[in-house]
């Protein structure tokens, strides 16, 4: 029913930026209640590290409050994930979700940080 499409992963130096973009595509309207990007590094657990919810709030992890930032772009259907000031530490492998009637995800990207 809902399909997710991330770009724009890949190798950046320390204190550099990326922005990542996930497009989603569905068969039908379906009412989204949040929007989020998640992380997951090598032999650790998959970790949120941003929301943005319907009503415009957003919420990030300790970690990359003020170096990320999540939004939505209603004419490409898009949410995004700007990512300034990059640490070896945020090196993962990034999903965008998607909470509807269940929590879709997506393929995921590679970003790796380098020291």
């Known amino acids: 029913q809902v399909q997710l499409v991330e770009s724009g992963g890949g190798l950046v130096q320390a204190g550099g930026s990326l922005r990542l973009s996930c497009t989603v595509s569905s068969i039908g309207r379906i009412s989204i209640a949040s929007m989020e990007w998640y992380r997951q590094a090598p032999g650790k657990q998959r970790e949120l590290v941003a929301t943005?919810?319907?009503?415009?709030?957003?919420d990030y992890a300790d970690s990359v409050k003020g170096r990320f930032t999540i939004s939505r772009d209603n004419a490409k259907n898009t949410v995004d994930l700007q990512m300034n000031s990059l640490k070896p530490e945020d090196t993962g492998v990034y999903y965008c979700?998607?909470?509807?009637?269940?929590?879709?995800w997506g393929q995921g990207t590679q970003v790796t940080v380098s020291s």
């Open positions: 979700g998607v909470l509807g009637r269940a929590r879709y």
């Open positions: 943005l919810s319907r009503d415009g709030t957003t």
